[in-house]
Protein backbone atom coordinates (compact mmCIF):
# COMPACT_ATOMS: atom_id res chain seq x y z
CA UNK A 1 0.00 0.00 0.00
CA UNK A 2 2.67 2.31 0.58
CA UNK A 3 4.82 2.12 -2.79
CA UNK A 4 1.43 2.28 -4.34
CA UNK A 5 0.91 5.75 -2.71
CA UNK A 6 4.28 6.78 -3.20
CA UNK A 7 4.03 5.96 -7.04
CA UNK A 8 1.02 7.14 -7.44
CA UNK A 9 2.67 10.98 -5.30
CA UNK A 10 5.58 10.62 -7.65
CA UNK A 11 3.63 10.20 -11.21
CA UNK A 12 1.45 13.13 -9.91
CA UNK A 13 4.37 15.30 -9.43
CA UNK A 14 6.36 14.16 -12.41
CA UNK A 15 2.90 15.06 -14.20
CA UNK A 16 2.80 18.16 -12.45
CA UNK A 17 6.42 19.35 -13.27
CA UNK A 18 5.53 18.51 -16.62
CA UNK A 19 2.75 21.09 -17.08
CA UNK A 20 4.90 23.60 -15.75
CA UNK A 21 7.57 23.02 -18.13
CA UNK A 22 5.57 22.87 -21.26
CA UNK A 23 2.82 24.61 -20.55
CA UNK A 24 3.51 26.94 -23.10
CA UNK A 25 4.17 24.58 -25.53
CA UNK A 26 0.36 23.56 -26.99
CA UNK A 27 -0.71 27.23 -29.03
CA UNK A 28 3.39 27.32 -30.36
CA UNK A 29 3.04 27.68 -34.66
CA UNK A 30 4.55 24.97 -36.40
CA UNK A 31 8.58 25.03 -37.70
CA UNK A 32 10.59 24.37 -40.67
CA UNK A 33 10.16 20.45 -41.71
CA UNK A 34 6.79 20.27 -39.99
CA UNK A 35 4.81 22.27 -43.20
CA UNK A 36 6.35 19.69 -45.71
CA UNK A 37 4.91 16.91 -43.33
CA UNK A 38 1.46 18.78 -43.13
CA UNK A 39 1.48 19.98 -47.02
CA UNK A 40 1.93 16.07 -47.88
CA UNK A 41 -0.48 14.49 -45.64
CA UNK A 42 -2.96 17.04 -46.29
CA UNK A 43 -2.68 16.29 -50.21
CA UNK A 44 -2.61 12.56 -49.83
CA UNK A 45 -5.47 10.21 -49.77
CA UNK A 46 -4.99 7.12 -47.26
CA UNK A 47 -3.79 4.86 -50.72
CA UNK A 48 -1.61 7.43 -52.01
CA UNK A 49 0.26 7.73 -48.34
CA UNK A 50 0.68 4.09 -48.07
CA UNK A 51 2.22 4.41 -51.58
CA UNK A 52 4.55 7.56 -50.33
CA UNK A 53 5.39 6.03 -47.13
CA UNK A 54 6.93 2.54 -48.45
CA UNK A 55 8.14 4.18 -51.79
CA UNK A 56 11.72 2.94 -51.54
CA UNK A 57 13.37 4.93 -53.93
CA UNK A 58 13.74 7.87 -51.49
CA UNK A 59 16.28 10.52 -51.45
CA UNK A 60 15.78 11.46 -47.81
CA UNK A 61 15.08 9.10 -45.16
CA UNK A 62 12.41 6.16 -45.08
CA UNK A 63 9.81 6.36 -42.13
CA UNK A 64 6.30 5.07 -42.74
CA UNK A 65 5.34 4.75 -39.42
CA UNK A 66 5.98 8.83 -39.08
CA UNK A 67 3.93 9.29 -42.98
CA UNK A 68 1.25 7.56 -41.32
CA UNK A 69 1.20 9.22 -37.69
CA UNK A 70 1.72 12.73 -39.62
CA UNK A 71 -1.70 11.66 -41.82
CA UNK A 72 -3.85 10.69 -39.41
CA UNK A 73 -2.94 13.72 -37.03
CA UNK A 74 -3.94 16.29 -40.11
CA UNK A 75 -7.53 14.21 -40.11
CA UNK A 76 -7.67 14.78 -36.47
CA UNK A 77 -6.60 17.89 -35.68
CA UNK A 78 -5.70 19.67 -39.31
CA UNK A 79 -3.55 22.38 -39.10
CA UNK A 80 -4.00 23.33 -35.68
CA UNK A 81 -0.85 22.89 -33.87
CA UNK A 82 -2.36 22.40 -30.26
CA UNK A 83 -3.29 18.80 -30.61
CA UNK A 84 0.35 17.77 -32.28
CA UNK A 85 2.13 19.24 -29.03
CA UNK A 86 -0.43 17.26 -27.18
CA UNK A 87 0.67 13.98 -28.67
CA UNK A 88 3.66 14.87 -28.65
CA UNK A 89 4.02 15.41 -24.81
CA UNK A 90 1.51 12.45 -24.08
CA UNK A 91 3.80 10.08 -26.14
CA UNK A 92 6.87 11.36 -23.85
CA UNK A 93 5.20 11.00 -20.79
CA UNK A 94 4.30 7.14 -21.48
CA UNK A 95 8.02 6.66 -22.42
CA UNK A 96 8.63 8.46 -18.86
CA UNK A 97 6.67 5.71 -17.16
CA UNK A 98 7.96 3.01 -19.52
CA UNK A 99 11.50 3.53 -18.09
CA UNK A 100 10.25 3.93 -14.94
CA UNK A 101 8.77 0.01 -15.16
CA UNK A 102 11.87 -1.04 -17.23
CA UNK A 103 14.48 -0.08 -14.04
CA UNK A 104 12.37 -1.55 -11.69
CA UNK A 105 11.88 -4.68 -13.99
CA UNK A 106 15.55 -4.82 -14.14
CA UNK A 107 16.01 -5.08 -10.26
CA UNK A 108 15.98 -0.88 -9.08
CA UNK A 109 14.07 0.04 -6.37
CA UNK A 110 10.66 1.50 -6.46
CA UNK A 111 12.19 5.14 -6.00
CA UNK A 112 15.23 4.63 -8.46
CA UNK A 113 12.69 3.39 -10.74
CA UNK A 114 10.60 6.90 -10.19
CA UNK A 115 13.92 9.05 -10.01
CA UNK A 116 14.40 7.51 -13.42
CA UNK A 117 10.82 8.04 -14.96
CA UNK A 118 11.65 11.38 -13.61
CA UNK A 119 14.97 12.35 -15.12
CA UNK A 120 13.36 11.00 -18.69
CA UNK A 121 10.34 13.23 -18.32
CA UNK A 122 12.09 16.22 -17.55
CA UNK A 123 15.86 16.14 -18.65
CA UNK A 124 15.80 19.04 -21.11
CA UNK A 125 18.65 18.25 -23.22
CA UNK A 126 16.49 15.98 -25.70
CA UNK A 127 13.96 18.75 -25.36
CA UNK A 128 13.80 19.28 -29.28
CA UNK A 129 12.04 15.83 -29.71
CA UNK A 130 8.82 17.06 -27.25
CA UNK A 131 8.55 20.67 -28.60
CA UNK A 132 9.45 20.26 -32.39
CA UNK A 133 6.35 18.25 -34.23
CA UNK A 134 8.65 16.90 -36.62
CA UNK A 135 10.49 15.00 -34.15
CA UNK A 136 7.86 12.94 -33.33
CA UNK A 137 9.88 10.26 -34.92
CA UNK A 138 12.24 10.41 -32.45
CA UNK A 139 9.43 9.72 -29.78
CA UNK A 140 7.70 7.02 -31.68
CA UNK A 141 10.38 4.99 -32.29
CA UNK A 142 11.56 5.37 -28.31
CA UNK A 143 7.79 4.11 -27.89
CA UNK A 144 8.25 1.32 -29.94
CA UNK A 145 11.66 0.41 -28.48
CA UNK A 146 10.50 0.38 -24.76
CA UNK A 147 7.70 -1.89 -25.40
CA UNK A 148 9.57 -4.15 -26.99
CA UNK A 149 12.51 -4.50 -24.16
CA UNK A 150 9.14 -4.82 -22.07
CA UNK A 151 7.89 -7.72 -24.40
CA UNK A 152 11.64 -9.39 -24.33
CA UNK A 153 11.45 -9.30 -20.23
CA UNK A 154 8.19 -10.79 -20.37
CA UNK A 155 9.69 -13.80 -22.75
CA UNK A 156 7.38 -12.76 -25.83
CA UNK A 157 10.22 -13.06 -28.63
CA UNK A 158 7.71 -12.16 -31.11
CA UNK A 159 5.75 -9.76 -30.27
CA UNK A 160 9.30 -7.90 -29.24
CA UNK A 161 10.28 -8.72 -32.84
CA UNK A 162 7.46 -7.24 -34.46
CA UNK A 163 7.56 -4.11 -32.03
CA UNK A 164 11.18 -3.78 -33.39
CA UNK A 165 9.88 -4.13 -37.32
CA UNK A 166 7.67 -0.94 -36.32
CA UNK A 167 10.60 1.01 -34.79
CA UNK A 168 12.67 0.32 -37.41
CA UNK A 169 9.76 1.96 -39.99
CA UNK A 170 9.54 4.83 -37.76
CA UNK A 171 13.37 5.64 -37.23
CA UNK A 172 17.12 5.06 -38.78
CA UNK A 173 17.96 5.43 -34.81
CA UNK A 174 15.98 1.95 -34.05
CA UNK A 175 18.70 0.34 -35.42
CA UNK A 176 19.93 -0.55 -32.34
CA UNK A 177 17.05 -2.62 -30.84
CA UNK A 178 18.80 -5.51 -31.72
CA UNK A 179 21.93 -4.64 -29.80
CA UNK A 180 19.79 -3.60 -27.62
CA UNK A 181 17.67 -6.88 -26.70
CA UNK A 182 21.57 -8.82 -26.71
CA UNK A 183 22.49 -6.27 -23.54
CA UNK A 184 18.86 -7.92 -21.74
CA UNK A 185 19.73 -10.98 -22.72
CA UNK A 186 23.16 -11.01 -21.00
CA UNK A 187 21.40 -10.49 -17.40
CA UNK A 188 21.98 -13.91 -15.65
CA UNK A 189 19.14 -13.38 -13.74
CA UNK A 190 16.71 -16.33 -14.92
CA UNK A 191 14.02 -14.19 -14.26
CA UNK A 192 15.13 -11.31 -17.06
CA UNK A 193 16.55 -14.16 -19.51
CA UNK A 194 14.86 -13.38 -22.49
CA UNK A 195 13.62 -16.56 -23.86
CA UNK A 196 14.57 -20.34 -22.43
CA UNK A 197 14.89 -21.24 -26.22
CA UNK A 198 18.70 -18.81 -25.72
CA UNK A 199 20.19 -17.54 -28.55
CA UNK A 200 17.40 -19.42 -30.98
CA UNK A 201 15.02 -16.36 -29.95
CA UNK A 202 17.46 -13.68 -31.35
CA UNK A 203 17.01 -15.17 -34.97
CA UNK A 204 13.57 -13.35 -36.25
CA UNK A 205 15.11 -9.75 -35.04
CA UNK A 206 18.36 -10.43 -36.06
CA UNK A 207 16.89 -11.35 -39.56
CA UNK A 208 14.75 -8.24 -39.20
CA UNK A 209 17.70 -6.02 -38.71
CA UNK A 210 19.87 -7.77 -41.70
CA UNK A 211 16.72 -7.22 -44.29
CA UNK A 212 16.63 -3.36 -42.86
CA UNK A 213 20.12 -2.65 -43.25
CA UNK A 214 19.98 -3.88 -46.32
CA UNK A 215 17.23 -1.39 -47.54
CA UNK A 216 18.98 1.29 -45.76
CA UNK A 217 22.50 1.16 -47.71
CA UNK A 218 20.19 1.73 -50.84
CA UNK A 219 18.27 4.35 -49.68
CA UNK A 220 21.65 5.92 -48.27
CA UNK A 221 23.06 6.22 -51.70
CA UNK A 222 20.51 8.70 -52.90
CA UNK A 223 20.22 10.51 -49.45
CA UNK A 224 21.11 13.86 -50.12
CA UNK A 225 22.14 14.45 -46.50
CA UNK A 226 25.32 12.52 -47.21
CA UNK A 227 25.95 13.73 -50.67
CA UNK A 228 26.17 17.20 -48.72
CA UNK A 229 28.61 15.39 -46.63
CA UNK A 230 26.08 15.20 -43.38
CA UNK A 231 27.93 13.12 -42.03
CA UNK A 232 31.30 11.07 -42.48
CA UNK A 233 34.21 9.73 -40.43
CA UNK A 234 36.79 11.86 -38.71
CA UNK A 235 37.09 13.12 -34.69
CA UNK A 236 33.58 13.84 -34.70
CA UNK A 237 32.90 10.09 -33.67
CA UNK A 238 34.65 10.70 -30.88
CA UNK A 239 33.48 14.07 -30.04
CA UNK A 240 30.16 14.02 -30.84
CA UNK A 241 29.12 11.14 -27.79
CA UNK A 242 31.70 13.06 -25.53
CA UNK A 243 29.79 16.18 -26.47
CA UNK A 244 26.35 14.50 -25.98
CA UNK A 245 27.45 12.89 -22.38
CA UNK A 246 28.93 16.04 -21.23
CA UNK A 247 25.04 17.79 -21.87
CA UNK A 248 23.56 14.68 -20.33
CA UNK A 249 25.60 15.50 -17.01
CA UNK A 250 25.59 19.49 -17.84
CA UNK A 251 22.48 20.90 -18.98
CA UNK A 252 23.32 24.26 -18.58
CA UNK A 253 21.77 27.15 -20.51
CA UNK A 254 22.93 28.01 -24.00
CA UNK A 255 24.18 24.35 -24.42
CA UNK A 256 21.11 22.99 -26.35
CA UNK A 257 23.07 23.73 -29.49
CA UNK A 258 25.85 21.19 -28.02
CA UNK A 259 28.48 23.51 -29.34
CA UNK A 260 30.74 24.71 -26.37
CA UNK A 261 33.80 23.73 -26.49
CA UNK A 262 33.97 22.53 -22.61
CA UNK A 263 31.50 19.67 -23.21
CA UNK A 264 33.86 16.90 -24.30
CA UNK A 265 35.57 17.18 -21.34
CA UNK A 266 32.77 17.00 -19.34
CA UNK A 267 32.09 13.98 -21.07
CA UNK A 268 35.49 12.66 -20.92
CA UNK A 269 35.41 12.97 -17.26
CA UNK A 270 31.89 11.89 -16.60
CA UNK A 271 33.04 8.29 -18.72
CA UNK A 272 35.98 8.18 -16.47
CA UNK A 273 34.21 8.83 -13.21
CA UNK A 274 31.40 5.84 -14.19
CA UNK A 275 34.20 3.80 -14.95
CA UNK A 276 36.34 4.03 -11.70
CA UNK A 277 32.74 3.70 -9.38
CA UNK A 278 32.46 0.32 -11.71
CA UNK A 279 35.93 -0.80 -10.53
CA UNK A 280 35.34 0.13 -7.01
CA UNK A 281 31.93 -1.71 -6.67
CA UNK A 282 33.45 -4.93 -8.58
CA UNK A 283 36.39 -4.75 -5.65
CA UNK A 284 33.49 -4.31 -2.91
CA UNK A 285 31.58 -7.72 -4.50
CA UNK A 286 28.81 -5.67 -5.37
CA UNK A 287 28.43 -8.07 -8.74
CA UNK A 288 24.63 -7.96 -9.11
CA UNK A 289 24.85 -4.46 -9.51
CA UNK A 290 28.30 -3.57 -10.67
CA UNK A 291 26.31 -5.85 -13.82
CA UNK A 292 23.54 -4.23 -14.65
CA UNK A 293 25.53 -1.06 -14.00
CA UNK A 294 27.80 -1.88 -17.14
CA UNK A 295 24.72 -3.42 -19.04
CA UNK A 296 23.51 0.15 -18.89
CA UNK A 297 26.40 1.86 -19.71
CA UNK A 298 26.88 -0.09 -22.99
CA UNK A 299 23.54 0.89 -23.49
CA UNK A 300 24.32 4.11 -23.23
CA UNK A 301 27.17 4.01 -25.67
CA UNK A 302 25.16 2.29 -28.05
CA UNK A 303 22.14 4.76 -28.13
CA UNK A 304 25.22 7.63 -28.81
CA UNK A 305 26.19 5.72 -31.71
CA UNK A 306 23.60 7.46 -34.14
CA UNK A 307 25.03 11.09 -32.93
CA UNK A 308 28.73 10.31 -33.61
CA UNK A 309 29.05 10.53 -37.83
CA UNK A 310 27.29 13.83 -38.21
CA UNK A 311 29.52 16.60 -39.28
CA UNK A 312 28.60 19.34 -36.62
CA UNK A 313 27.73 18.80 -32.88
CA UNK A 314 24.41 16.58 -32.68
CA UNK A 315 20.78 18.17 -32.47
CA UNK A 316 18.96 18.05 -29.58
CA UNK A 317 16.47 16.02 -30.17
CA UNK A 318 19.29 12.67 -30.94
CA UNK A 319 19.88 12.77 -27.27
CA UNK A 320 16.73 11.47 -26.57
CA UNK A 321 17.52 7.61 -26.25
CA UNK A 322 20.96 8.77 -24.56
CA UNK A 323 18.93 10.14 -21.82
CA UNK A 324 16.71 6.91 -21.14
CA UNK A 325 20.20 4.50 -21.13
CA UNK A 326 21.93 7.39 -18.86
CA UNK A 327 18.64 7.03 -16.40
CA UNK A 328 18.93 3.42 -16.04
CA UNK A 329 22.92 3.89 -15.79
CA UNK A 330 22.41 6.26 -12.59
CA UNK A 331 19.18 3.90 -11.12
CA UNK A 332 22.06 1.03 -11.46
CA UNK A 333 24.81 2.81 -9.91
CA UNK A 334 22.63 4.15 -6.95
CA UNK A 335 21.31 0.68 -6.05
CA UNK A 336 22.69 -0.30 -2.71
CA UNK A 337 23.42 -3.90 -1.92
CA UNK A 338 25.52 -3.75 1.08
CA UNK A 339 24.02 -4.45 4.42
CA UNK A 340 23.47 -1.09 6.30
CA UNK A 341 21.72 -0.02 9.13
CA UNK A 342 18.16 1.32 9.12
CA UNK A 343 19.51 4.52 10.63
CA UNK A 344 21.64 4.75 7.61
CA UNK A 345 19.16 3.53 5.18
CA UNK A 346 16.95 6.39 6.09
CA UNK A 347 19.50 9.37 6.15
CA UNK A 348 20.60 8.27 2.61
CA UNK A 349 17.38 7.98 1.02
CA UNK A 350 16.22 11.03 1.97
CA UNK A 351 19.12 13.05 1.30
CA UNK A 352 18.91 11.33 -2.55
CA UNK A 353 15.47 12.24 -2.50
CA UNK A 354 16.05 15.57 -1.67
CA UNK A 355 18.84 16.22 -4.13
CA UNK A 356 16.77 14.41 -7.45
CA UNK A 357 13.90 17.07 -6.33
CA UNK A 358 16.05 19.45 -6.91
CA UNK A 359 18.09 18.63 -9.90
CA UNK A 360 14.59 17.64 -11.64
CA UNK A 361 12.76 20.79 -10.47
CA UNK A 362 15.64 22.31 -12.01
CA UNK A 363 15.65 20.24 -15.19
CA UNK A 364 11.63 21.40 -15.70
CA UNK A 365 13.14 25.27 -15.36
CA UNK A 366 15.77 24.54 -17.89
CA UNK A 367 13.26 22.64 -20.06
CA UNK A 368 10.70 25.64 -20.38
CA UNK A 369 13.43 27.88 -20.38
CA UNK A 370 14.72 25.93 -23.89
CA UNK A 371 11.39 25.61 -25.74
CA UNK A 372 10.60 29.39 -25.23
CA UNK A 373 14.02 29.70 -26.56
CA UNK A 374 12.68 27.23 -29.54
CA UNK A 375 9.78 28.95 -30.02
CA UNK A 376 11.11 32.17 -30.55
CA UNK A 377 14.18 31.19 -33.03
CA UNK A 378 11.37 29.59 -35.21
CA UNK A 379 9.25 31.98 -34.99
CA UNK A 380 9.43 33.62 -38.57
CA UNK A 381 8.13 30.55 -40.31
CA UNK A 382 4.85 30.72 -37.69
CA UNK A 383 4.40 34.41 -38.74
CA UNK A 384 5.02 33.83 -42.18
CA UNK A 385 2.32 31.32 -42.13
CA UNK A 386 -0.17 33.70 -40.50
CA UNK A 387 0.34 36.37 -42.46
CA UNK A 388 -0.04 34.82 -45.55
CA UNK A 389 -3.22 32.99 -44.65
CA UNK A 390 -4.88 36.36 -43.14
CA UNK A 391 -4.20 37.77 -46.69
CA UNK A 392 -5.22 34.81 -48.36
CA UNK A 393 -8.23 34.47 -46.81
CA UNK A 394 -9.68 38.05 -47.10
CA UNK A 395 -7.81 38.75 -50.93
CA UNK A 396 -6.72 37.05 -54.13
CA UNK A 397 -3.51 36.52 -53.83
CA UNK A 398 -1.49 34.36 -56.80
CA UNK A 399 1.82 35.63 -56.04
CA UNK A 400 3.98 36.67 -52.78
CA UNK A 401 7.49 37.75 -53.20
CA UNK A 402 9.69 36.80 -50.31
CA UNK A 403 12.14 39.12 -49.02
CA UNK A 404 15.17 38.54 -46.83
CA UNK A 405 13.68 35.41 -45.65
CA UNK A 406 15.36 33.64 -42.32
CA UNK A 407 13.94 30.48 -43.16
CA UNK A 408 14.94 28.29 -45.52
CA UNK A 409 13.39 27.97 -49.14
CA UNK A 410 11.69 24.73 -49.24
CA UNK A 411 10.20 25.41 -45.99
CA UNK A 412 8.44 28.93 -47.35
CA UNK A 413 7.36 26.97 -50.08
CA UNK A 414 5.45 24.94 -47.93
CA UNK A 415 4.22 27.48 -45.84
CA UNK A 416 2.76 29.44 -48.45
CA UNK A 417 1.43 26.14 -50.03
CA UNK A 418 -0.71 25.47 -46.96
CA UNK A 419 -1.31 29.04 -46.29
CA UNK A 420 -2.78 30.19 -49.77
CA UNK A 421 -3.11 26.71 -51.80
CA UNK A 422 -1.09 25.04 -54.39
CA UNK A 423 -2.05 27.69 -56.91
CA UNK A 424 0.22 30.01 -55.30
CA UNK A 425 3.50 31.38 -56.94
CA UNK A 426 6.27 32.15 -54.69
CA UNK A 427 9.32 34.38 -55.13
CA UNK A 428 12.67 35.26 -53.54
CA UNK A 429 13.98 38.14 -53.53
CA UNK A 430 17.24 39.72 -51.79
CA UNK A 431 16.42 43.45 -51.93
CA UNK A 432 13.16 45.27 -51.98
CA UNK A 433 14.38 46.79 -55.65
CA UNK A 434 14.14 42.90 -57.14
CA UNK A 435 11.22 42.55 -54.93
CA UNK A 436 8.79 45.42 -56.69
CA UNK A 437 10.73 44.60 -59.95
CA UNK A 438 7.93 41.24 -59.42
CA UNK A 439 5.39 42.74 -58.19
CA UNK A 440 1.92 42.43 -60.28
CA UNK A 441 -1.97 42.38 -59.48
CA UNK A 442 -3.04 40.18 -56.75
CA UNK A 443 0.65 40.37 -54.95
CA UNK A 444 2.46 41.28 -51.78
CA UNK A 445 5.85 41.33 -50.82
CA UNK A 446 6.65 40.00 -47.21
CA UNK A 447 9.50 41.01 -45.15
CA UNK A 448 11.21 39.82 -41.55
CA UNK A 449 12.38 43.43 -40.45
CA UNK A 450 12.62 42.32 -36.56
CA UNK A 451 12.91 38.37 -37.05
CA UNK A 452 9.06 38.09 -37.62
CA UNK A 453 6.73 38.78 -41.37
CA UNK A 454 5.43 41.45 -42.08
CA UNK A 455 3.53 42.89 -45.49
CA UNK A 456 5.67 45.54 -47.00
CA UNK A 457 4.23 46.10 -50.33
CA UNK A 458 0.89 44.99 -52.23
CA UNK A 459 -0.88 45.37 -55.45
Excluded at 82 to 98: C, K
Excluded at 253 to 280: C, K, N, S
Aim: proline share 5%; glycine share 6%; aromatic share 8%.
Amino acid sequence: MRQRTTALLGTLAIIALMVLAYHSLPPRPFAADDFQWLLGARSLSFDDMLRSAFDFNQSHFFRPMVWLLFWIQEKLFGIDPHGYHIVSLAVHLINAALVGLLAWRLGSSAILAMMAAALVALHPAPFEAVVWVSAQSELLATLWLLLMLHAWLGQHVFLASLLLAVALLTKESAIIGLPLLLLVGINKNERYTASKRGWFSYLLPGLLTLAYLALQLRIERDNYLVERGGYGFGPQLLLNPLRSIGLLVAPLPGTEHADAPWLPFIGALAVLGVVTWLIIRWHNRVISVNRRAAIALAALAITLLPTAPFSSPPDSRYLYLPVIAGALLLAALLERREQINGHQQVVQRRALLAISVALIALFAVESQAREARFATATGADGSLFAVAAARCVTLPTDRVIIMGAPIAEVHARAILALACGDGITPIFADTLEMAEANLERDSLVIAFPNGAAQVIREM
